[in-house]
């Protein structure tokens, strides 16, 4: 059974950092392409950033130069590191894993940053 747990979230201030990790099991993750969501209250989901094999694909223009989507096949894992955090970047944060016609998503994991 496929499944994706996160992990990382939490309270921070603004400016500091934190990062997200997204273990996946039952899937075929080095084949997998991953991304980050996250919503806001009241604002639609939006993409933060998605990498296909070892290369950054696409990032959302708020986050670049300071949040970075890696992947450690080994571990069937991914990361959001997110630096410099702002307290619009507060929002439930959600892994995303799409592989052979099939998508998965991860429970989400709550990120605030207070000012």
């Known amino acids: 059974q496929a499944q994706l747990v996160e992990s990382g979230g939490g309270l921070v201030q603004a400016g500091g950092s934190l990062r997200l990790s997204c273990v996946a099991s039952?899937?075929?993750?080095?084949?997998?392409?991953l991304a980050w969501y996250r919503q806001a209250p009241g604002k639609q989901r939006e993409l933060v950033a998605e990498i296909y094999g070892s290369s950054v694909v696409r990032s959302s223009d708020s986050v670049k130069g300071r949040f970075t989507i890696s992947r450690d096949n080994a571990k069937s894992t991914m990361y959001l590191q997110m630096n410099s955090l702002k307290p619009e970047d507060t929002a439930v944060y959600y892994c995303?894993?799409?592989?052979?016609?099939?998508?998965?998503w991860g429970q989400g994991i709550q990120v605030t940053v207070a000012s």
């Open positions: 995303n894993v799409a592989t052979w016609g099939n998508e998965y």
């Open positions: 039952g899937i075929d993750f080095e084949m997998s392409a």
